[in-house]
């Protein structure tokens, strides 16, 4: 059975950086495009940054240069790492772990960007 638990979330003051992890088990890791998701309050859930089994990216345009997802394929763990932190990326971080028939979330870690 697939799991995916995220770590690593917290309080950090704007402009400073946060790294989330995403520890995945019950199946191979480089089978699955992995993604981090967020959901503020009120809001709807928003795709933050992807990255596919060949490493290929894609970010949501209000973190580009700013976030970084990476994978190790070999510790079966998804990254994200936040830089330049803004009070509106304050939401529940979720990971995703998907392919064309699969589709599994994490139970999400809180970010909160607040000085």
């Known amino acids: 059975q697939v799991q995916l638990v995220e770590s690593g979330g917290g309080l950090v003051q704007p402009g400073g950086s946060l790294r989330v992890s995403c520890a995945f088990s019950g199946r191979l890791l480089r089978l699955y495009v992995m993604g981090w998701y967020r959901q503020a309050p009120g809001k709807q859930r928003e795709l933050v940054a992807s990255?596919?089994?060949?490493?290929?990216?894609n970010y949501l345009d209000s973190v580009k240069g700013r976030f970084a997802i990476s994978r190790d394929n070999a510790k079966n763990t998804v990254y994200l790492q936040m830089n330049s932190l803004k009070p509106e990326d304050t939401a529940v971080y979720y990971c995703?772990?998907?392919?064309?028939?699969?589709?599994?979330w994490g139970q999400g870690t809180q970010v909160t960007v607040s000085s």
């Open positions: 990255i596919a089994s060949g490493g290929t990216t």
């Open positions: 995703n772990a998907r392919t064309s028939i699969e589709d599994y």
